[in-house]
């Protein structure tokens, strides 16, 4: 199967899953993003996060090795290249950076730099280490703002939050109570220096975090 086809079965898989929560997808500024290689920096609240992005444009992950052994979603993980890292493991991270330099060549990725999920209230401070891979790879870098709310209140839902020793199941079964639930995705202007030689991974990271916290 090509790249074309594969992304747009993974964009239909994502849709049915919502279909399946009856969760709505509403993206926000979507027309901000470029079509050659990037990197999306994302807030962090549940499993659902990567579903959600990929209903809204399929893309290539980073996520913590545990996710590699999750029953059905590791194995969804693992096709669609997903690259899996040790949050223990500092060598490990500079080689997966190195990794994603090279994917950035020719195909996009998303972060989730907070390094844990949230309930989605507060945006936890990002970790500068894989925006290297932008720098790097001189490609733009996207805030994006994921927000889960009510369909009837359009207040914030924390149904989907996937925190604490909260398991796979029981977070499924948390959205399933709260039925007619909405993903806002945000698209927010790139950080415009990353192309410069002297720009520092901190002064990316920083301003994907306050561009993301100002607006929930």
């Not at 050659?36 to 994302?42: D, E, K, N």
């Not at 096709?79 to 020719?106: C, E, N, P, W, Y």
């Not at 002297?198 to 990271?205: E, G, I, L, T």
Request: overall charge neutral; charged content about 20%; hydrophobic content about 45%.
């Amino acid at each position: 199967m090509d790249h074309r086809n594969k992304d747009r079965k993974i964009q239909e898989w994502s849709r049915y899953l919502l279909k399946i929560f009856n969760i709505q997808l509403v993206v926000h500024d979507a027309h901000l993003l470029e079509k050659s290689p990037h990197l999306i920096a994302s807030n962090h609240i549940s499993w659902l996060d990567i579903h959600v992005i990929n209903a809204f444009e399929p893309i290539r992950f980073v996520a913590k090795s545990e996710v590699a052994e999750w029953p059905i979603f590791g194995w969804m993980a693992k096709q669609l290249g997903t690259v899996f890292i040790r949050r223990d493991s500092a060598r490990h991270a500079r080689q997966v950076v190195g990794q994603m330099a090279d994917v950035l060549k020719t195909e996009s990725i998303c972060i989730f730099p907070e390094g844990t999920s949230t309930i989605g209230e507060l945006v936890l401070p990002f970790k500068p280490n894989l925006f290297e891979s932008a720098i790097v790879a001189r490609v733009p870098v996207f805030p994006l703002a994921i927000q889960y709310l009510s369909e009837g209140t359009k207040e914030r839902s924390q149904a989907p939050a996937f925190i604490g020793d909260m398991g796979l199941l029981g977070s499924m079964s948390n959205i399933i109570k709260n039925r007619c639930l909405v993903a806002q995705i945000t698209i927010f202007p790139s950080f415009s220096s990353v192309s410069e030689l002297n720009v520092d991974r901190k002064q990316v990271a920083n301003y994907c975090q306050e561009t993301i916290s100002e607006s929930l």
